[in-house]
């Protein structure tokens, strides 16, 4: 059978993953594939010494990969917004079927990416955009199929779950944890968009618009990041049971979706509690199918080549199908366009709260009030001995609640004269997996 | 576009299941397939009460659903050998695409009934046969293709999970539990396929054909059931920081691939370690992507039928594919016969050992020196006191070593005179997880 050619462009850390896996494992994925697939020319601006491109044409300008009339898939592997995007709507233009990893540009551009390949025919695969080589968009786009999935939650950021995981084991702070990633190469010069959770945000839009049959909708995402979470909260939620991941979550309720990346008290005994270091995992609910889940590398030069390589099999399978037998971009032969997002003040969860009070008698009660006159009622309430300067840690965990009416709460709570400094919150969930 | 036809063959467990989840979930398995998708015709002995049939043709005789010209997809949810095969040969011989969720059957079988649907051009699907509602077929299948995979173990038998996390939880014996088991549902009458490890060595038997493309090889898998597990093992374990589990194994080594059922030491804060209850889990380690692992329910009614339908909407989009662009069977477009699988004999690996010692000066340096000889190095050895009648329990960890010297050591410790009754063996693994 004639191989089908592929054009791969950038050469970095997941274009040489790329480049050398299907090397590598070239007779398997023949075996696999049923026809051999080749790289037949690679564009990037530099060679890369992990990669013996000898024997590929490569070129110095990604364009004339794409516009190289014998090559039937385009590997996008440059990342960004603004080249990315030009680089693969010229291939979509030109006819090419596209395979890409850049979930900035899937999450924020990703609507007017597939109306284009919609009507040019061809298919735009993202699989490792999402969680790394975990086969995650296969495995709810494809695998729960049957299923109206009912939530979904994920660590889906390893450069978070990295310093959380260190801040837990070892006692140390946020900055120190992300001063010694950065050491490691595990965390960017500039960490914004994996400490704020911009890029867990971008996940997380995919996610649940293959998972809901929603459009992405990157700007309504409720995203808060990591940096704010202490030494002392991670030991605190410890000694109550629970410990702080940073998740990506989409529920459906009654009135519309939620979509929110916060830092998140879960039980210690959960599967996602224990997912540790720069791993990823995401867990899945599904209506007949109930709790799921997926682990694994989330990033990294061969395990995100693995992803990117089983959507260019996919992708050759799927030019042998006809266009109505091809799996939806979005899981969704149309997205749903009714379905609200609802904003954060109007989610419900269950709150832990840190608050620091000056060590005199009511205290306590005055607190305790203001939560109970926003109808928030306590599960566990935890007064420390004072510290030297007559300061009272108090830690507070709630019953599931409205976030309006906790955003009050605690609008009251900084008012008193009682409390020094502002409030900690930190959103708690249960995120059931039995 | 015309709705595609499926006839339904059982209306058990994950009949009635998968009758219901069609029905409830029908506008969102449509919006995801492109077309509608109905049940043309149900064949069942008798009506189940959970399922509304009134607008479906229903009829006591499979066979006439079988041979029904209407319908294009055969689901067989019926079980056992006999008669579902001859149900799914009759399906393939009249040109349809068949369904199942019978491990037996395509574990003993799966060979010849995969070369008749390659003679006919049908597909066969079977996602449920293993590990229920988790889409791990799809995930090995399709999301690891780039990989070599090097080792997969699974928890996949939701009984045996049942019984061991009980023991643990506990401290109860392996009949008190099963006893429990089966009064709950959790097990048969007959717990044997369960318990003795048949039904983890037919779901081994798939997961490693589709991981390593061998073919179906039921016969070599080496079985060991959980029966002989004791209260003290599963307490011994624990406190050397193990758990005990029952996995399928299965793992490419230099001359061969192992394929073992069977109990096995993993260490606690492994995520297999943390799968409880009759919830399975798959771990597969790719050469490219590092390990994996997949959770969800293992059985039941709705969790199953969520693979059953996956596998429909499957199946109708292949129909759309030319047959060489569909994805094979067993992954692989032509299984490898020339990898052995290896005599347990053969295998490696770590082992606990409990022995009952009489209480008597030098026991400890035979059962070492015996140990030495075969060359098997020691990690660690417990002695505990001797209870009244002067017996002391011996508990070791050992190195790595070969099965082979391990069975000559445990011949010549039962030969001993100080050594009363059998040598309990059980296998330990690290399977590394991060």
Same mark, same amino acid.
């Given at each position: 059978?004639?191989?089908?050619?592929?054009?791969?462009?950038?050469?970095?850390?997941?274009?040489?993953?790329?480049?050398?896996?299907?090397?590598?494992?070239?007779?398997?994925?023949?075996?696999?594939?049923?026809?051999?697939?080749?790289?037949?020319? =690679?564009?990037?601006?530099?060679?890369?010494?992990?990669?013996?491109?000898?024997?590929?044409?490569?070129?110095?300008?990604?364009?004339?990969?794409?516009?190289?009339?014998?090559?039937? %898939?385009?590997?996008?592997?440059?990342?960004?917004?603004?080249?990315?995007?030009e680089l693969v709507m010229q291939a979509i233009a030109n006819?090419?079927? #596209?395979?890409?990893?850049?979930?900035?540009?899937?999450?924020?551009?990703?609507?007017?990416?597939?109306?284009?390949?919609?009507?040019?025919? #061809?298919?735009?695969?993202?699989?490792?955009?999402?969680?790394?080589?975990?086969? %995650? %968009?296969?495995?709810?786009?494809?695998?729960?199929? *049957?299923?109206?999935?009912?939530?979904?939650?994920?660590?889906?950021?390893?450069?978070?779950?990295?310093?959380?995981?260190?801040?837990?084991?070892?006692?140390?702070?946020?900055?120190?944890?992300?001063?010694?990633?950065?050491?490691?190469?595990?965390?960017?010069?500039?960490?914004?968009?994996? =400490?704020?959770?911009?890029?867990?945000?971008?996940?997380?839009?995919?996610? *649940?618009?293959?998972?809901?049959?929603?459009?992405?909708?990157?700007?309504?995402? +409720?995203?808060?990041? !990591?940096?704010?979470?202490?030494?002392?909260?991670?030991?605190?939620?410890?000694?109550?049971?629970? *410990?702080?991941?940073?998740?990506g979550i989409a529920r459906r309720v009654a009135n519309g979706?939620?979509?929110?990346v916060h830092p998140t008290l879960i039980p210690k005994q959960?599967?996602?509690?224990?997912?540790?270091?720069?791993?990823?995992? =995401?867990?899945?609910?599904?209506?007949?199918?109930?709790?799921?889940?997926?682990?694994?590398?989330?990033?990294?030069?061969?395990?995100?080549?693995?992803?990117?390589?089983?959507? !260019?099999?996919?992708?050759?399978?799927?030019?042998?199908?006809?266009? *109505?037998?091809?799996?939806? +971009?979005?899981?969704?032969?149309?997205?749903?366009?009714?379905?609200?997002?609802?904003?954060?003040?109007? !989610?419900?969860?269950?709150?832990?709260?840190?608050?620091?009070?000056?060590?005199?008698?009511?205290?306590?009660?005055?607190?305790?009030?203001?939560?109970?006159?926003?109808?928030?009622?306590?599960?566990?309430?935890?007064?420390?001995?004072?510290?030297?300067?007559?300061?009272?840690?108090?830690?507070?965990?709630?019953?599931?609640?409205?976030?309006?009416?906790?955003?009050?709460? %605690?609008?009251?709570?900084?008012?008193?004269?009682? !409390?020094?400094?502002?409030?900690?919150?930190?959103?708690?969930?249960?995120?059931?997996?039995?």
């Open positions: 059978m004639k191989p089908v050619k592929v054009g791969l462009c950038g050469l970095g850390t997941v274009g040489s993953g790329t480049f050398n896996v299907m090397q590598r494992n070239a007779s398997e994925i023949t075996r696999r594939a049923g026809r051999p697939i080749m790289i037949e020319q =690679v564009g990037a601006r530099r060679d890369n010494p992990d990669c013996d491109t000898t024997a590929v044409l490569v070129s110095r300008d990604i364009f004339e990969v794409v516009n190289n009339p014998e090559i039937d %898939i385009i590997v996008e592997l440059i990342g960004g917004y603004d080249t990315a995007y006819g090419k079927h #596209v395979v890409t990893a850049n979930k900035a540009l899937i999450a924020v551009r990703g609507n007017e990416i597939f109306q284009a390949a919609r009507e040019k025919g #061809v298919v735009v695969a993202f699989e490792a955009a999402v969680a790394g080589g975990i086969p %995650i %968009i296969k495995s709810i786009r494809e695998g729960l199929t *049957a299923n109206q999935i009912n939530w979904l939650a994920g660590i889906i950021n390893g450069t978070g779950n990295y310093i959380l995981t260190h801040m837990r084991d070892e006692g140390r702070t946020f900055e120190d944890v992300l001063a010694e990633a950065q050491t490691l190469g595990y965390a960017e010069a500039d960490p914004t968009f994996d =400490v704020e959770g911009i890029d867990a945000a971008h996940k997380l839009t995919i996610l *649940a618009s293959i998972a809901f049959g929603v459009p992405l909708q990157f700007d309504h995402v +409720y995203t808060e990041g !990591i940096s704010r979470i202490s030494a002392e909260d991670v030991a605190q939620a410890d000694a109550l049971g629970y *410990a702080i991941k940073h998740l979706l939620e979509l929110r959960r599967l996602l509690a224990n997912v540790d270091g720069v791993k990823n995992a =995401v867990m899945a609910h599904g209506d007949a199918v109930g709790p799921t889940l997926y682990y694994g590398a989330g990033a990294g030069s061969e395990p995100t080549a693995s992803s990117v390589v089983a959507d !260019i099999v996919d992708v050759v399978r799927e030019m042998g199908a006809d266009v *109505a037998s091809r799996v939806p +971009y979005l899981a969704f032969a149309e997205p749903n366009r009714d379905v609200e997002i609802l904003p954060m003040e109007a !989610i419900e969860t269950a709150y832990y709260l840190r608050l620091v009070a000056v060590d005199r008698p009511g205290v306590l009660a005055r607190v305790a009030t203001i939560l109970s006159e926003q109808g928030i009622s306590i599960e566990a309430i935890i007064q420390k001995d004072a510290n030297d300067a007559d300061l009272v840690p108090i830690i507070l965990l709630t019953h599931r609640t409205r976030e309006s009416e906790m955003n009050e709460a %605690i609008r009251q709570l900084e008012a008193l004269a009682d !409390i020094a400094g502002d409030v900690m919150r930190i959103r708690v969930e249960s995120l059931n997996d039995q």
